[in-house]
T-cell receptor
Framework: AQKVTQAQTEISVVEKEDVTLDCVYE???????LFWYKQPPSGELVFLIR??????QNEISGRYSWNFQKSTSSFNFTITASQVVDSAVYFC????????????????FGSGTQLTVLP | EAQVTQNPRYLITVTGKKLTVTCSQN?????MSWYRQDPGLGLRQIYY???????DKGDVPEGYKVSRKEKRNFPLILESPSPNQTSLYFC????????????????FGPGTRLTVL
């Protein structure tokens, strides 16, 4: 069974601080896909990134960066120089491959981390 | 504009009164699914559909029904809502697979906040 753990329930930082959101996953699949979503106070889910299990290269997009480490089954998300607009709930998610044991694809979410950036 | 829409966005109802939450996508996506979001539990999948007339249960299907008569629509039906179905519901869609057979990104609707009294 797949599982995603986001141990940090809530994090508060002051604007301009860097913050890292942790994500640890469990899966028996050798091919899988990891996602991060942002849910601002308005409620909608916003896609941030998808990573494939066979590509461990870290990725940077502006102030956002992601550290994928298969050895520790982690896919952590760092926001550099945080801003008030970054305040949101962030979800890490895991999806198996369409070709894995013939099982249909499902997206398994972590419980989310509430990030509050104070001015 | 490519999007997933849900209606209504907010709904308060009473126990036992049948309701339907609509979901529509304009991206010609094959795959659609419903999730519910509850505090401390993250998002849990209710039902999903791989294509028209093809639906299957997710992790928490009890008390829900779905149908997929057209590619663009995937309504969620609560035949007899109960208070434990008070939740925030999200519809999502994605292409079944791209040319490389890679799992595609799911696009989420804005959410429907349901309260069952």
């Amino acid at each position: 069974a797949q599982k995603v753990t986001q141990a940090q329930t809530e994090i508060s930082v002051v604007e301009k601080e860097d913050v890292t959101l942790d994500c640890v996953y469990e899966t028996r699949d050798t091919t899988y896909y990891l996602f991060w979503y942002k849910q601002p106070p308005s409620g909608e889910l916003v896609f941030l990134i998808r990573r494939n299990s066979f590509d461990e290269q870290n990725e940077i997009s502006g102030r956002y960066s992601w550290n994928f480490q298969k050895s520790t089954s982690s896919f952590n998300f760092t926001i550099t120089a945080s801003q008030v607009v970054d305040s949101a709930v962030y979800f890490c998610a895991l999806s198996d491959s369409l070709f894995s044991s013939g099982s249909a694809r499902q997206l398994t979410f972590g419980s989310g981390t509430q990030l509050t950036v104070l001015p | 504009e490519a999007q997933v829409t849900q209606n209504p966005r907010y709904l308060i109802t009473v126990t036992g009164k049948k309701l339907t939450v609509t979901c529509s996508q304009n991206m010609n996506h094959e795959y659609m699914s419903w999730y519910r979001q509850d505090p401390g539990l993250g998002l849990r999948q209710i039902y999903y559909s791989m294509n028209v007339e093809v639906t299957d249960k997710g992790d928490v299907p009890e008390g829900y029904k779905v149908s997929r008569k057209e590619k663009r629509n995937f309504p969620l039906i609560l035949e007899s809502p109960s208070p434990n179905q008070t939740s925030l519901y999200f519809c999502a869609s994605s292409l079944s697979k791209d040319l490389a057979g890679v799992t595609d990104t799911q696009y989420f609707g804005p959410g429907t906040r349901l309260t069952v009294l």
